[in-house]
C-alpha cells in the first residue's frame, strides 16, 4: 500500500488532484489507515491511476473516462471513436481561431 505522498510522486499527480479524483469518485483509496484516517493506494489503485492520466492525455474528459473504466470492449471503442470524432471538431475550430487571428494581427501590422 502506498501512502498519498508515495502515490504523488511515482505519478506525478498533485495531492489536490489526487484528493479531486477520491471527491468525484473516479479513484477511491483502497483504504483508511491510523486514527486520521490515512489514505492509502493498493498497487492496483495506482495502475488504474495511471491509466487515468493516458486517458486524459488521449483528451477524454473525466466523465468519458469514468465510463471507459467500467466498460466492455465494445463499449470503449464506441467512447474512443466518439472523443476522436470531438478532437477532430476542436482541432478544426481552433484552426480556424489561429486564422482569424493571424488575419487581426496583419491587419493590426498594416496600419503602423
Known amino acids: ?13 498533485t495531492r489536490k488532484r489526487l484528493f479531486y479524483y477520491d471527491r468525484i469518485g473516479l479513484l477511491k483509496p483502497s483504504r483508511r489507515d491510523g486514527p486520521q484516517k490515512s489514505k492509502l493506494y493498493s498497487e492496483k489503485a495506482v495502475e488504474q491511476l495511471k491509466q487515468i492520466l493516458v486517458y486524459q492525455d488521449a483528451g477524454l474528459r473525466l466523465a468519458e473516462i469514468r465510463e471507459i ?34 488575419s487581426l494581427l496583419r491587419a493590426y501590422a498594416g496600419k503602423e
Open 1 to 13: 500500500m502506498k501512502t498519498v505522498h508515495e502515490v504523488c510522486e511515482s505519478t506525478g499527480v
Open 69 to 102: 473504466l467500467t466498460a466492455d470492449h465494445d463499449r470503449r471503442r464506441e467512447i474512443l471513436e466518439d472523443v476522436l470524432a470531438r478532437l477532430h471538431v476542436e482541432h478544426a475550430r481552433k484552426e480556424e481561431e489561429i486564422r482569424a487571428a493571424e
